[in-house]
């Protein structure tokens, strides 16, 4: 019994205790003021930019490519900010560029080359890249939304390259957006 008295007495000094409390404050309170807090952000324009290989297939100077080129498409995935503007997409000349010709290498012997280019449409008549007597590619689809937007590159080996030699062919390329 002595227990249950002491629990109520402490729980009813803990409630008037807080009551006063809370009371004390609001009670000896001689007036307030309210002021405005500016909360701001902002969303700089952003972009990504990833790319898939433009792989062609077995190329055949003598025979299957004698008189036709060998065409092949490879993309890039490009996102930016909704609403970002003024966005192109650039290709580099390749690591073995020279004037104003892309060229693949022989990974068996570094002098072997062949030609390829890089189109920004499947007519293969613009070439992309500034180095090589084009420019970047731009448009209206290339907008901000905040949402992949793929960009295809159209590669171009021409035909009857009679100086490859047997042997696997590759380049790099550089892709730059500017926003």
């Not at 590159?153 to 696997?168: F, N, V």
Request: charged residues 10%; glycine residues 12%.
């Amino acid at each position: 019994m002595a227990t249950n008295t002491l629990i109520r007495l402490s729980a009813t000094t803990l409630l008037c205790f807080a009551l006063f409390l809370g009371s004390s404050d609001l009670a000896s309170a001689a007036g307030s003021q309210s002021g405005i807090v500016v909360v701001t952000a902002s969303i700089p324009p952003s972009c990504t930019i990833g790319t898939a290989a433009i792989a062609f297939a077995a190329y055949d100077p003598v025979n299957a490519n004698a008189t036709v080129p060998a065409d092949q498409t490879g993309d890039i995935v490009i996102r930016c900010t909704k609403g970002a503007s003024g966005i192109t997409v650039g290709l580099g000349n390749g690591a073995n560029n020279t004037g104003s010709q892309r060229r693949m290498v022989n990974s068996a012997d570094s002098t072997t080359t062949i030609n390829y280019e890089v189109y920004q449409e499947s007519g293969r008549l613009s070439i992309w890249g500034p180095g090589d007597g084009g420019s970047v590619r731009s448009g209206a689809d290339l907008t901000g939304t905040g949402a992949n937007v793929t960009v295809t590159m159209y590669g171009r080996i021409p035909p009857h390259q009679l100086q490859g030699t047997a042997g696997a062919y590759s380049d790099t390329l550089v892709s730059t957006i500017l926003f």
